[in-house]
C-alpha cells in the first residue's frame, strides 16, 4: 500500500467508526418538506441554487480514469464522479484566492448532498455503502495527488447526519437577501415562510448547541465557518417577521405595497464574481472550506463520543446485573 492509498485508508476507517450526531429536528423538517419538496428547484433563481444549477450542467473531462480507478463505472455515478472532478481541477486552476475558496465551498456542499441524495444507503448513511465511499476516495485521490499546495484542496465531508443541515444553512445565508413574497401568491409565499421557519431551529440549534457564534470578537467559529454567519441581519427570525408582515399584505389584496431593498449585490449573477475591490462588500466571502484536519476531528470526536456512550452502557448493565445478583441472595 502506497503513501496516498494509505492516508485515504484512514480517512475511511475514521469516517466508518464515526457517530451519527442523532435525531435531526423531525418535527420542523416534516413541516418543511410539505412546502418545499426540493429547493434546489424551488429557489431556483437565487445564487446559491444557480450556482449548484452550474455544477450540474458542467462539461465532463476526466482522462486520467480517477473514477474507474475506484470502481465508479455505473453510469450515473461515473458521470456524477468525472463531472466532480473536472470541477475541482478548475478550482485548482483559479489563481483568485477569494474566489477558489467560495467556489470549493460550494463544491464541498453540493458534492456531499449529491451523494446523500443520489448515492447513498436511504438518503441518509454513507457508511458501508461501497459506491459513496468509492465516490469519496476518488475525489481524495485528485485531492492528494493532483494538487500539491494543501492549501488549496478541496475535500468533501462523510458526516451524513450533518451534511444536509449545514448545506440548507450555508444556502440560506447566501440567498438571505434575495428571500421575500414580493410578486407571489399566499400559498407560494407560505412555502418561502415555512422554509424560513425550518431554517430558523436549524439557525438556533447550531448556534446554542454547536456554539458557532461565541467568540469574543463575534466572528463565526472556525468549524462552523463554512456554513454559518453571525451576522445578526441575517438572523431567521427578522426574516419571519417581515414574511408575516408580507403574507398579511397579500391576503389584504395589498400586495402592490411590498417593496423589496436588497443589500448590494456583490454577486452578480449574469458577469460572474465581483472583481477583488468589491469584495469586501460581499457576504460570501465569510464562508471557509472545511480543511481534511478539520474534518477528520470532528469525526474523531464523534467516534471518541460513540464509544464513550457504549462503555458507559456496558458498565450500567454490568452493575446492574451486579445489584440484581446481590438483591436475588438477600431474598432467598
Not at 500500500?1 to 492516508?7: A, F, L, R
Not at 480517477?66 to 475541482?88: H, M, P, Q, S, Y
Not at 450555508?170 to 431554517?199: L, M, P, Q, S, T
Not at 398579511?248 to 472583481?275: C, F, H, M
Request: proline share 2%; charged share 25%; net charge positive.
Amino acid at each position: 500500500m502506497n503513501k496516498t492509498q494509505g492516508i485515504i485508508q484512514k480517512e475511511r476507517f475514521l469516517y466508518l467508526n464515526a457517530n451519527k450526531e442523532g435525531t435531526f429536528l423531525k418535527t420542523c423538517r416534516d413541516i418543511y418538506m410539505i412546502g418545499i419538496k426540493n429547493n434546489d428547484q424551488t429557489f431556483s433563481d437565487l445564487p446559491a441554487y444557480k450556482k449548484y444549477g452550474e455544477f450540474n450542467l458542467y462539461d465532463i473531462n476526466d482522462r486520467d480514469g480517477i473514477c474507474e480507478k475506484f470502481g465508479v463505472t455505473e453510469d450515473k455515478a461515473n458521470k456524477f464522479c468525472k463531472r466532480a472532478v473536472t470541477i475541482l481541477k478548475k478550482i485548482n486552476d483559479t489563481h483568485n484566492d477569494d474566489k477558489r475558496n467560495d467556489e470549493c465551498v460550494y463544491f464541498q456542499h453540493w458534492f456531499s448532498d449529491q451523494v446523500r441524495k443520489n448515492f447513498s444507503n436511504n438518503d441518509k448513511y454513507f457508511s458501508n455503502y461501497e459506491l459513496s465511499n468509492n465516490l469519496f476516495d476518488a475525489i481524495n485521490y485528485f485531492n492528494y495527488n493532483y494538487i500539491t499546495d494543501k492549501k488549496y484542496r478541496c475535500y468533501a465531508s462523510r458526516n451524513a447526519e450533518s451534511v444536509k443541515a449545514e448545506k440548507d444553512l450555508h444556502d440560506y445565508f447566501r440567498n438571505v437577501d434575495y428571500i421575500n413574497c414580493k410578486d407571489k401568491g399566499y400559498g407560494a409565499c407560505e412555502i418561502v415562510y415555512n422554509y424560513v421557519n425550518y431554517i430558523n431551529d436549524l439557525y438556533k440549534k447550531r448556534k446554542e448547541n454547536n456554539l458557532c457564534c461565541y467568540l469574543a470578537n463575534g466572528e463565526v467559529e472556525p468549524e462552523c465557518s463554512h456554513y454559518f454567519s453571525c451576522d445578526k441581519s441575517s438572523n431567521p427570525e427578522i426574516l419571519l417577521a417581515e414574511l408575516r408582515r408580507q403574507m398579511n399584505l397579500i391576503s389584504s389584496g395589498q400586495s402592490n405595497r411590498i417593496t423589496v431593498n436588497e443589500r448590494v449585490k456583490a454577486y452578480n449573477t449574469e458577469g460572474g464574481y465581483p472583481d477583488s475591490s468589491s469584495y469586501g462588500l460581499s457576504v460570501f466571502k465569510q464562508f471557509k472550506p472545511q480543511d481534511f484536519y478539520t474534518l477528520n476531528e470532528s469525526l474523531l470526536r464523534s467516534r471518541r463520543l460513540h464509544n464513550g456512550l457504549i462503555l458507559t452502557g456496558m458498565i450500567g448493565v454490568f452493575l446492574g446485573l451486579i445489584l440484581y445478583i446481590r438483591v436475588s441472595k438477600i431474598t432467598q
